[in-house]
């Protein structure tokens, strides 16, 4: 039987929500959130792709994960099932190694012009990563995290 492993981050970041949400539905964005331990491709057939600009509900293709930015290690056949421009976005997934992937990012105003950034994360292992479970949880936890740290670092270094 599948087992499901949740887990939410928050974090205030030192820019407007229109700031961040410019920079977080960006490969340039996102890749520089994974870095320097991993990058995401693009899925072929799409350049110019940002998550504002996706079809809802449809599946893009397929985004390879690279260790290190180099070494192609995973997939996400990433689809965006929910998008609120300039808000959320609803990713809703498998991946080579997740039966499951749901990553719901939120970009909410919060004081003094900041920004509340939360990312809640569902995922499914498939079964040969299912007694992974746990240390996958919590090794993305330190990942989303660490994603978090260099969003912020980003908009501290204007």
């Known amino acids: 039987m599948a087992h499901t492993w949740t887990f939410t981050h928050r974090s205030e970041i030192a820019a407007s929500p229109c700031e ?6 960006t490969p340039e964005g996102i890749n520089d959130e994974l870095h320097p331990w991993l990058s995401m491709s693009v899925p072929r057939g799409h350049p110019n792709l940002t998550i504002d600009t996706v079809s809802v509900g449809v599946p893009l293709g397929r985004a390879w994960l690279r260790l290190f930015g ?7 056949l990433l689809t965006i099932a929910v998008l609120e421009p300039g808000r959320r976005f609803r990713e809703e997934s498998t991946m080579a190694s ?3 992937w749901v990553h719901d990012r939120t970009v909410e105003p919060a004081s003094s012009g900041s920004t509340l950034v939360t990312d809640r994360i569902s995922m499914t ?3 040969l990563l299912t007694p992974a479970g746990p240390l996958l949880r919590r090794t993305l936890e330190a990942f989303f995290a660490h994603r978090h740290r260099r969003l912020a670092a980003h908009f501290a270094a204007r």
């Open 20 to 25: 961040v949400w410019n920079r977080v539905v």
């Open 125 to 127: 292992p498939r079964m």
């Open 70 to 76: 180099l070494v192609p290690f995973d997939y996400d």
């Open 98 to 100: 997740m039966r499951a």
